[in-house]
């Protein structure tokens, strides 16, 4: 196993913040911040920057962290982000690391990531609130992974590839 870079530690960090500090910025009316997804485009981005194992540290400690520091997300909900977000870093780092570096598999490997971070959110989901005695249902599943989401998926296609094929071709991006 390769061993942890302090400037990946550090951007690391630089992530981690962001996903603290986002959610302030359009938490300020709960249905914007839900809807936009605020934590979400700093973890996608440290697994595209920094690879998949810092991104799935930080995709993993940032709704958990934030629930601790601040109360929010609460819990469960923190839990089953913890999980999703996860997953985002995880695949965003390792699809983008396994495909060209071509504009076009930027987008797969965005599409491709949170498509299998939301099916990580349903599955967490599933098993976190059935173990509360709560129920998870199928138009649950699709109103949280997608309907309610749509600006914050918005987002995500618009912001994410723009700022990796900004940074790469600023030789800012080395291969993760």
Known sequence: MKKFSTKN???????????????????????IGKALLPMHIPVLLCGFI??????????FIAPL??????????MPTA????FELAAYGLLAGLLYKALPKKPLF???SLLLSMIGG???WGLAS?????????????????GGALLNAIPGIIAQIVLIP???????KGRLLQDV
């Not at 723009?162 to 790469?168: E, G, Q, Y």
Request: net charge positive.
């Open 9 to 31: 530690l550090v951007l690391s960090g630089l992530f981690l913040a962001l996903c603290m500090l986002l959610p302030f910025i359009t938490g300020q009316i709960p249905a």
């Open 50 to 59: 920094c690879g998949a194992p810092y991104g799935v540290i930080v995709g």
């Open 65 to 74: 962290l934030r629930n601790l520091l601040f109360q929010f997300p609460p």
């Open 79 to 82: 839990a089953t982000m913890a």
């Open 106 to 108: 930027v987008y797969v």
């Open 118 to 120: 939301r099916l990580v």
């Open 126 to 142: 599933l098993i976190i609130y059935g173990l509360s005695g709560a129920s998870f249902t199928w138009e649950l599943f699709m």
């Open 162 to 168: 723009v700022i990796i094929m900004a940074l790469r």
